[in-house]
């Protein structure tokens, strides 16, 4: 079984190295790299799609098979890196939020999301009392955790009613793949299956 955290630093080490392409001195030799991580990714992104199509076709518990896989933390990320996961942003934003309630509850916090405007997430959080600085930037730390597990493809995240964002380590899905040119348009629409009449 793979290890979550053992993932996430081969996810942060992709990052690194599609970063690091922009350093190649030789221009022939970053745009040939460049195509060659579009050309991998384009063909994994396909067969992924491929094979949610042939789960949601093979049994009547398809398309419940497929939110199943959507649940879980490694395939999610996997499905949001190729635009292929079921659920929309917002939703996973909001799944999470409702999620974590009872833990920022514990915390005298409340976070809410405010809006969802193409890749910006924007929330408001409210700390009971007058909550000393340490109390504010754990809660921070764990709400930007986890919308950050949740929607590693949002652009950018704003959190109202806090200090200062604590320093991340995140690295948006857009940002990981801002350097390749954009991928072709894919079926990825008809693979919200549960929520397009097809039940």
Not at 8 to 36: C, F, N, Y
Not at 87 to 108: D, P
Not at 161 to 181: I, M, R
């Amino acid at each position: 079984m793979a290890d979550d955290n053992d993932f996430q630093k081969r996810v942060h080490k992709i990052g690194g190295l599609v970063h690091d392409l922009e350093a190649v001195a030789d221009p022939a030799s970053r745009a040939a790299a460049k195509e060659l991580v579009q050309l991998l990714m384009d063909l994994h992104g396909t067969a992924l799609e491929r094979i949610l199509e042939i789960v949601f076709r093979s049994a009547v518990a398809g398309a419940q098979i497929i939110d199943e896989l959507g649940q879980d933390p490694l395939v999610s990320s996997l499905l949001i890196l190729y635009g292929l996961h079921p659920e929309e942003l917002q939703t996973r934003v909001e799944q999470k939020l409702k999620q974590i309630s009872s833990k920022l509850h514990k915390m005298g916090a409340k976070a809410t999301l405010v809006s969802v405007n193409g890749g910006e997430v924007r929330l408001r959080v409210s700390v009971d009392g007058h909550a000393c600085g340490s109390t504010s930037q754990a809660v921070r730390a764990a709400v930007e955790e986890a919308v950050y597990e949740a929607a590693p493809d949002l652009s950018s995240l704003v959190v109202e009613g806090l200090e200062e964002p604590a320093s991340s380590g995140f690295v948006a899905v857009e940002k990981l793949l801002g350097t390749l040119p954009p991928s072709p348009p894919t079926l990825n629409h008809s693979l919200v299956l549960h929520s397009e009449g097809m039940d």
